[in-house]
C-alpha cells in the first residue's frame, strides 16, 4: 500500500557532449558508427509482446549514401493496425491502474539509459539513417530526447499535485485519468527526440499508444523502441508499426476507441487528419483531443542597430543547420540596407569555410537531406529561382544527388518580399533575403506578419529597445517561440516550450506542462463528511 507522495528527481538539462577531437565520446561514436555501418539491420514491428516481421522488407538507406543499405524494416499491412489497437486495449487496464510512480520510473529509467548504454547508438542511428551531424544528432536524439523524459516526469508529477480548495465539512480532490482508449503518435523523420515524445508523453500519463514513425526514421526509432522495452514498459502499451500512412488513418480514425493523435509533420497532413477526425466523431465513444506541430516559414528580422556579425551568424545557423529540415528554421529574412554589406561579407566568409559531406567525416557541417523526393522538391525551387527576374542566387544554388542527397546552402536575394521562397515551406537549406530601406522597419514588420499562414518561429535582432519592443508587439500572433538577438532555432526542453498557432499547430508546447495536460481527462470529486439531512434553505423560512 502507497504511504506516501513521492518527490521525483529534480530534472535537469542533459549535458551537451563536444565531440571535440581527441575526446573519449568521439572515439565511441565514431566506432558505432563504423559498428552500425558494417552491419544489416533487421527490424521488426512491436505490436503487443510480439516483434512483428512480415516478410514485406523495404530498405533503409543513409541520405549521404543512398546506395548503402542499413537494414530493412517489416512493412505491414492493415491487419497489423488492427492488431496493434487490440493489443494497446488490451494492456490499457492494468497500464492505466499502475501506481503513478511506477509508470513514471519506467521512463526516468529510459532516460538514463539513453544517457549512457545507447546514447552512441541513438546518435550514431540518426546520424546515418537521418543525415545529421555529430553535434545536431547529439543535441536531439541524446540531449532533448533525455530531457523529454526527465522534465515530463517533473510536470506529471506537478499536475498530479495540483488539487482545489476546500470547503468547511467537505474534502475536494481531482484525479487526472488517462483518456479512455487509444493514442495515435505520428511522428516526423527529422528529430528523433519528437519521434520519441509524441508516444511517450501520453503513455507517461497512463495511456496506450500505437506509434507510426516516417519511414526515414524507422532505424533510429528502432533503437528508441529498444531502450523503452529495456526501461520495462510493458507489453502493449507502445506499439509500434511500420504502414502507409492513409492506410494506417482508414483503420485507426474510424475506430470507436480513438481518443486522441500526437502529430509532428506537415500542415496539409494534419489539416486532411483534423477534417477526417470531424467527419467521423459520430462514431467515438470520445471526443479525441487533435495535438499538431505542424510547418513553418520562419523569419529573421534585423534592425539598423543590430550586430551584422550576429545577424550573419544568426542566419548562417538558423538556415543551414540540419540542412534547413527543422520546422524552426530560418527560411526568410529582412535586413536594413544599411547593415546588408557587412552581413553579406560574413555570411559569404562562413559558407566558403562550411564543408559538405556525409556524416561520418565529423568536417562536415552540412550533410545530405532526408530522400529524393525532398531533393527533387527544393532543387526546382532553387531551378525556378534561377529561372527568375525577380530574384538573383547570392550563395551556393548547385545540387547533387549522384552518390547522396546534397543542397548546397543557397542563399536568394529578391526585391519583391512576397515572392514564392519568402511565403512557401521548402524544407530544406535555402534562405530568401529581403532588403529593406531603414526607415520602413515598422512597415517591414507588417510584411513579416502577412506573408506566411504560419507562425511557429521567428527572430529580431537588435540593439535598439525600442525596436525590439516593437518588434515583439507588431509580431505577437506571428511566432509561439519568438527569440531576440538569437537564430530561431534550438528551443531547450523546460526553457523554451515548442509550438506555433496558425497553420503551424496547435501551440500545445512540447516541452511543458501544457502537452502532457492535453493527455489526461480529470475528475472531479467532491466528498461531504456532513451531508445536509433537510432540504430546506434558510431563505424559506417564514
Same mark, same amino acid.
Given at each position: 500500500?502507497?504511504?506516501?507522495?513521492?518527490?521525483?528527481?529534480?530534472?535537469?538539462?542533459?549535458?551537451?557532449?563536444?565531440?571535440?577531437?581527441?575526446?573519449?565520446?568521439?572515439?565511441?561514436?565514431?566506432?558505432?558508427?563504423?559498428?552500425?555501418?558494417?552491419?544489416?539491420?533487421?527490424?521488426?514491428?512491436?505490436?503487443?509482446?510480439?516483434?512483428?516481421?512480415?516478410?514485406?522488407?523495404?530498405?533503409?538507406?543513409?541520405?549521404?549514401?543512398?546506395?548503402?543499405?542499413?537494414?530493412?524494416?517489416?512493412?505491414?499491412?492493415?491487419?497489423?493496425?488492427?492488431?496493434?489497437?487490440?493489443?494497446?486495449?488490451?494492456?490499457?487496464?492494468?497500464?492505466?491502474?499502475?501506481?503513478?510512480?511506477?509508470?513514471?520510473?519506467?521512463?526516468?529509467?529510459?532516460?538514463?539509459?539513453?544517457?549512457?548504454?545507447?546514447?552512441?547508438?541513438?546518435?550514431?542511428?540518426?546520424?546515418?539513417?537521418?543525415?545529421?551531424?555529430?553535434?545536431?544528432?547529439?543535441?536531439?536524439?541524446?540531449?532533448?530526447?533525455?530531457?523529454?523524459?526527465?522534465?515530463?516526469?517533473?510536470?506529471?508529477?506537478?499536475?498530479?499535485?495540483?488539487?482545489?480548495?476546500?470547503?468547511?465539512?467537505?474534502?475536494?480532490?481531482?484525479?487526472?485519468?488517462?483518456?479512455?482508449?487509444?493514442?495515435?503518435?505520428?511522428?516526423?523523420?527529422?528529430?528523433?527526440?519528437?519521434?520519441?515524445?509524441?508516444?511517450?508523453?501520453?503513455?507517461?500519463?497512463?495511456?496506450?499508444?500505437?506509434?507510426?514513425?516516417?519511414?526515414?526514421?524507422?532505424?533510429?526509432?528502432?533503437?528508441?523502441?529498444?531502450?523503452?522495452?529495456?526501461?520495462?514498459?510493458?507489453?502493449?502499451?507502445?506499439?509500434?508499426?511500420?504502414?502507409?500512412?492513409?492506410?494506417?488513418?482508414?483503420?485507426?480514425?474510424?475506430?470507436?476507441?480513438?481518443?486522441?493523435?500526437?502529430?509532428?509533420?506537415?500542415?496539409?497532413?494534419?489539416?486532411?487528419?483534423?477534417?477526417?477526425?470531424?467527419?467521423?466523431?459520430?462514431?467515438?465513444?470520445?471526443?479525441?483531443?487533435?495535438?499538431?506541430?505542424?510547418?513553418?516559414?520562419?523569419?529573421?528580422?534585423?534592425?539598423?542597430?543590430?550586430?551584422?556579425?550576429?545577424?550573419?551568424?544568426?542566419?548562417?545557423?538558423?538556415?543551414?543547420?540540419?540542412?534547413?529540415?527543422?520546422?524552426?528554421?530560418?527560411?526568410?529574412?529582412?535586413?536594413?540596407?544599411?547593415?546588408?554589406?557587412?552581413?553579406?561579407?560574413?555570411?559569404?566568409?562562413?559558407?566558403?569555410?562550411?564543408?559538405?559531406?556525409?556524416?561520418?567525416?565529423?568536417?562536415?557541417?552540412?550533410?545530405?537531406?532526408?530522400?529524393?523526393?525532398?531533393?527533387?522538391?527544393?532543387?526546382?525551387?532553387?531551378?525556378?529561382?534561377?529561372?527568375?527576374?525577380?530574384?538573383?542566387?547570392?550563395?551556393?544554388?548547385?545540387?547533387?544527388?549522384?552518390?547522396?542527397?546534397?543542397?548546397?546552402?543557397?542563399?536568394?536575394?529578391?526585391?519583391?518580399?512576397?515572392?514564392?521562397?519568402?511565403?512557401?515551406?521548402?524544407?530544406?537549406?535555402?534562405?530568401?533575403?529581403?532588403?529593406?530601406?531603414?526607415?520602413?522597419?515598422?512597415?517591414?514588420?507588417?510584411?513579416?506578419?502577412?506573408?506566411?499562414?504560419?507562425?511557429? #518561429? /521567428? %527572430? +529580431?535582432?537588435? !540593439?535598439?529597445?525600442?525596436?525590439?519592443?516593437? *518588434? $515583439?508587439?507588431?509580431?505577437?500572433?506571428?511566432?509561439?517561440?519568438?527569440?531576440?538577438?538569437?537564430?530561431? #532555432? /534550438? %528551443? +531547450?526542453?523546460? !526553457?523554451?516550450?515548442?509550438?506555433?498557432?496558425? *497553420? $503551424?499547430?496547435?501551440?500545445?508546447?512540447?516541452?511543458?506542462?501544457?502537452?502532457?495536460?492535453?493527455?489526461?481527462?480529470?475528475?472531479?470529486?467532491?466528498?461531504?463528511?456532513?451531508?445536509?439531512?433537510?432540504?430546506?434553505?434558510?431563505?424559506?423560512?417564514?
Amino acid at each position: 500500500m502507497s504511504t506516501g507522495f513521492f518527490k521525483v528527481p529534480s530534472p535537469k538539462n542533459e549535458p551537451i557532449f563536444s565531440y571535440a577531437p581527441n575526446t573519449a565520446e568521439r572515439t565511441a561514436l565514431k566506432a558505432e558508427i563504423e559498428a552500425m555501418r558494417s552491419s544489416v539491420a533487421d527490424v521488426p514491428m512491436y505490436i503487443g509482446s510480439e516483434e512483428v516481421r512480415t516478410g514485406n522488407k523495404q530498405p533503409l538507406i543513409c541520405p549521404h549514401d543512398h546506395q548503402h543499405i542499413l537494414g530493412y524494416y517489416h512493412e505491414g499491412d492493415a491487419s497489423h493496425v488492427h492488431k496493434a489497437i487490440e493489443a494497446s486495449l488490451k494492456a490499457r487496464e492494468n497500464w492505466a491502474n499502475l501506481s503513478w510512480e511506477h509508470r513514471l520510473s519506467i521512463f526516468l529509467k529510459a532516460a538514463d539509459l539513453s544517457a549512457t548504454k545507447y546514447r552512441m547508438k541513438l546518435n550514431a542511428a540518426t546520424m546515418l539513417g537521418q543525415s545529421k551531424n555529430a553535434y545536431q544528432a547529439e543535441i536531439d536524439s541524446a540531449c532533448e530526447w533525455v530531457d523529454f523524459l526527465r522534465f515530463n516526469v517533473n510536470f506529471a508529477t506537478q499536475i498530479y499535485t495540483q488539487q482545489p480548495e476546500s470547503s468547511e465539512f467537505v474534502w475536494n480532490r481531482v484525479e487526472q485519468r488517462p483518456l479512455e482508449g487509444f493514442v495515435f503518435a505520428l511522428t516526423p523523420f527529422n528529430f528523433t527526440a519528437i519521434a520519441g515524445n509524441l508516444p511517450a508523453a501520453p503513455a507517461m500519463m497512463g495511456n496506450v499508444v500505437v506509434w507510426k514513425p516516417a519511414p526515414q526514421q524507422i532505424y533510429a526509432a528502432n533503437v528508441l523502441m529498444q531502450v523503452l522495452k529495456e526501461a520495462g514498459l510493458p507489453d502493449g502499451v507502445i506499439n509500434l508499426i511500420y504502414t502507409d500512412g492513409p492506410l494506417a488513418g482508414e483503420v485507426i480514425f474510424k475506430h470507436k476507441d480513438f481518443t486522441g493523435i500526437h502529430f509532428t509533420g506537415s500542415t496539409k497532413v494534419f489539416q486532411t487528419i483534423w477534417r477526417t477526425i470531424g467527419e467521423n466523431i459520430h462514431m467515438y465513444k470520445s471526443y479525441p483531443r487533435i495535438v499538431g506541430e505542424t510547418g513553418g516559414k520562419d523569419f529573421v528580422i534585423a534592425h539598423q542597430s543590430a550586430n551584422p556579425k550576429a545577424v550573419a551568424t544568426a542566419l548562417v545557423r538558423g538556415a543551414f543547420e540540419y540542412q534547413g529540415q527543422k520546422c524552426s528554421a530560418a527560411s526568410r529574412a529582412y535586413i536594413p540596407k544599411s547593415i546588408w554589406d557587412e552581413t553579406a561579407a560574413y555570411i559569404k566568409a562562413d559558407l566558403q569555410e562550411i564543408k559538405m559531406g556525409g556524416t561520418e567525416d565529423f568536417s562536415n557541417f552540412i550533410n545530405a537531406v532526408i530522400d529524393e523526393r525532398a531533393f527533387d522538391k527544393i532543387a526546382t525551387y532553387i531551378t525556378n529561382a534561377k529561372n527568375s527576374d525577380k530574384v538573383t542566387i547570392f550563395a551556393g544554388g548547385n545540387v547533387d544527388k549522384s552518390k547522396g542527397y546534397f543542397v548546397e546552402p543557397t542563399i536568394i536575394l529578391t526585391t519583391d518580399p512576397y515572392y514564392t521562397t519568402m511565403c512557401e515551406e521548402i524544407f530544406g537549406p535555402v534562405l530568401t533575403i529581403y532588403i529593406y530601406e531603414d526607415d520602413k522597419f515598422e512597415e517591414t514588420l507588417d510584411i513579416v506578419d502577412n506573408t506566411s499562414p504560419y507562425a511557429l #518561429t /521567428g %527572430a +529580431v535582432l537588435s !540593439q535598439d529597445r525600442y525596436a525590439i519592443e516593437l *518588434a $515583439s508587439k507588431k509580431l505577437v500572433n506571428s511566432a509561439g517561440n519568438f527569440y531576440i538577438n538569437d537564430k530561431p #532555432t /534550438g %528551443a +531547450v526542453v523546460g !526553457q523554451q516550450p515548442f509550438g506555433g498557432a496558425r *497553420a $503551424s499547430g496547435t501551440n500545445d508546447k512540447a516541452g511543458s506542462m501544457l502537452n502532457l495536460l492535453r493527455w489526461v481527462s480529470t475528475r472531479t470529486i467532491k466528498e461531504n463528511f456532513l451531508p445536509p439531512t433537510d432540504y430546506k434553505y434558510p431563505f424559506l423560512n417564514a
